[in-house]
Every structure is written in C-alpha cells, then in structure tokens.
C-alpha cells in the first residue's frame, strides 16, 4: 500500500525567511504532483514532477524529486503572507494518494 | 481551462437519507474520482472510474456507491447517510488512464445532523 507522508503538517514563518517542505513515500513512483488549497475553496496544480531529477520553479516556490530516495521537496523562498495556503503533494500512477498536507501560514 | 463543477457548495442532511453528489467535467476525461477531505487525514480516495459505466473502490468506499452514465458525469451517492460521513467531498477528473494531474471541482461541505 502506498503511503505518502508530508512534514512539517504546520508550518508557520515569517515573511522574507526560506523553508522547505517535505514529502516521502512508500514505494516506487516517478510521478508526483504538488496543489495548493486556499480555505475554504479546492485544491489547484502548483507542479507535475514526471521524472527523477526533475526540478520546477514558480515565484517563490521550487519543486523537485528524487525518485532513488522518494521524496520530494517544495522549497519556499522569502516566503510572503500571500502564500499562506495547505500545500499537497501527491503520488501515483492512473490514481492518486495524498499526503496530509502541509498547513503554511506566513505572519508579517 | 479545465472545469469540474460539483452541484452544491454546502448541504445539510439528516441521518438516514439518500444524498447524491453530482460532478460535471467539460474537457472529455477519461478518469473522475470522489474524495472526501478531513481535518489530519488529507485526502482519502472514495471511487473513481476510466469510463462510462465503470467504477473502481479507492480506500474508503464503504457507505458509498457512484455512478457513471454518461462521460461527463460522476455522481456519488451515500445510501443511508450518517453522521461520520459529514465531510468535504471533492470531485475531479484527469485526461487519461496513467496520467494523472487531476483537476478538481469546488468541493462540497456535507452536513449529516
């Protein structure tokens, strides 16, 4: 059973600092995605990562993969309060498992 | 744009009663999948189907049926709701068998009182 684990589950910085967030699993996939969710609304694409090594960069978030290690990171770069959010990350073939996501909160 | 419309944003309902949740896609997708979302537990895959008049159980399927007539359309339907089963049911859909980014609609947030 595929079991996809994401840390830290709260994450709360201040604007302008970096962190990164985790995201191991259980058995071999080389696909893994990234969403976001605002309160309240559904959850929406940040990144598909389809290959060992893969890396991809939007504004202040990188994401990349490492398929011999399973575990993904989503790096977060002078965070600022507009990406306060819970970000996903997800594994799988035709279906996907989630993570339990990851609750980020940007304090001024 | 891809669009996954779910019928209601909010429902309330008592213990006992047949609730459908409806899911529309308008981008021709192969897959659609229900989850529901709960506080610590992330996501949990309910059903999901390849095609028109197939369905797969995901991880939690008990109290839960679906339906897939036509290709568009996926609704989920709890037989005899109760209260465990209030929850954000989320809906989506994804191109084709093995390629996954899924799509999601707006979410339902289900009340069972």
């Known amino acids: 059973e595929l079991k996809v684990e994401q840390n830290p589950l709260f994450l709360s910085m201040q604007e302008g600092k970096n962190y990164t967030i985790y995201c191991n699993y259980s058995?071999?996939?080389?696909?893994l995605y990234w969403y976001r969710q605002d309160p309240g609304k559904s959850l929406e694409s940040l990144f598909v990562?389809?290959?060992?090594?893969a890396v991809k960069q939007e504004g202040r978030l990188m994401a990349s993969l490492d398929t011999k290690a399973r575990l993904s990171t989503l790096h977060i770069t002078a965070a600022v309060h507009d990406l306060s959010a819970t970000y996903f990350c997800?594994?799988?073939?035709?279906?996907?498992?989630f993570g339990e996501g990851t609750q980020l909160t940007v304090n001024p | 744009d891809v669009k996954v419309t779910q019928s209601s944003r909010y429902l309330v309902k008592r213990t006992g009663e047949k609730v459908f949740l409806e899911c529309v896609q308008d981008?021709?997708?192969?897959?659609m999948f229900w989850y529901r979302q709960d506080p610590g537990l992330g996501l949990r895959l309910i059903y999901f189907?390849?095609?028109?008049?197939?369905?797969e159980k995901g991880d939690i399927p008990e109290g839960y049926s679906v339906s897939r007539e036509k290709k568009e359309r996926f609704s989920l339907i709890l037989e005899s709701a109760s209260t465990n089963q209030t929850s954000m049911y989320l809906c989506?859909?994804?191109?084709?068998?093995?390629?996954?980014?899924?799509?999601f609609g707006q979410g339902t947030r289900l009340t069972v009182v």
């Open positions: 990562l389809l290959s060992n090594g």
């Open positions: 058995t071999t996939s080389d696909r």
């Open positions: 997800a594994v799988g073939g035709s279906r996907l498992t």
């Open positions: 189907s390849y095609d028109v008049k197939m369905k």
């Open positions: 989506a859909s994804s191109p084709e068998r093995g390629y996954t980014e899924a799509f």
């Open positions: 981008m021709d997708h192969e897959n």
